[in-house]
Nanobody, 125 residues
Framework: QVQLVESGGGLVQAGGSLRLSCVAS????????MGWFRQAPGKERDFVAA?????????YYADSVKGRFTISRDNAKNTLYLQMNSLKPEDTAVYYC?????????????????WGQGTQVTVSS
């Protein structure tokens, strides 16, 4: 089992920045591909970004966040990050951290085995 706990959400004005963190515990963190997804009220959970296991040399982004968000990982700290810049009101959602037992980054939610409880991000206009 892997436990994931997100933090770093909050209220920010449009154009601002936030950095989300996700701390993993329970098993060795480094082999897992990791992802961020988000869910706005009344909408389905959407892919945001993913990073490969081990060195994290491969990353993958949704078109809507490409160039604004950066996913990274620190295996020594068992922590996944999502740096979010130039935030827009449409980025408002609950953001979820996820882990996949294979090492390939994926934009498909069903390929992830573990999920955190989420952290709220609200961007005001």
């Amino acid at each position: 089992q892997v436990q994931l706990v997100e933090s770093g959400g909050g209220l920010v004005q449009a154009g601002g920045s936030l950095r989300l963190s996700c701390v993993a515990s329970g098993r060795t963190f480094s082999p897992y591909a990791m992802g961020w997804f988000r869910q706005a009220p009344g909408k389905e959970r959407d892919f945001v970004a993913a990073i490969s296991g081990w060195s994290g040399g491969s990353t993958y982004y949704a078109d809507s966040v490409k160039g604004r968000f950066t996913i990274s990982r620190d295996n020594a700290k068992n922590t996944l990050y999502l740096q979010m810049n130039s935030l827009k009101p449409e980025d408002t959602a609950v953001y979820y951290c996820s882990a996949a037992t294979n090492s390939r980054p994926s934009g498909l939610s069903y390929e992830y085995d573990y999920w955190g409880q989420g952290t709220q991000v609200t961007v005001s206009s």
